[in-house]
């Protein structure tokens, strides 16, 4: 068995000591908690597309900062990614 080690870099991104960056997932808890509000309501219309729940998060918000909209977006397109691929596992077993 061989051990793999992780190294934090300068920019807090993990680094896995074979030279593979591994992005960190930590997001503040107002956007998750803000996601999760627009998840319940409009559940239907979001997907594992960035883009489209970009726009879509544009349409039912009236959130300015663009940042912030991004944020929403990818931890939406995340949930949804992680609950496509859930259901497909219940599928096949």
Known sequence: MIAR??????DAQRIDLAGVLIMGSVKPSYIKNFAMD??????????PDFEQNKLRVSE?????????????????????????????VEVDV
């Open 60 to 88: 039912y918000t009236d959130i300015k900062n663009k940042t912030i909209r991004n944020r929403i977006a990818g931890y939406i397109s995340n949930v949804m990614r992680q609950r496509s691929t859930r259901r497909e």
């Open 5 to 10: 080690y992780k190294l934090w870099s300068k």
């Open 38 to 47: 627009l998840l319940r309501t409009y559940e239907s219309s979001f997907s």
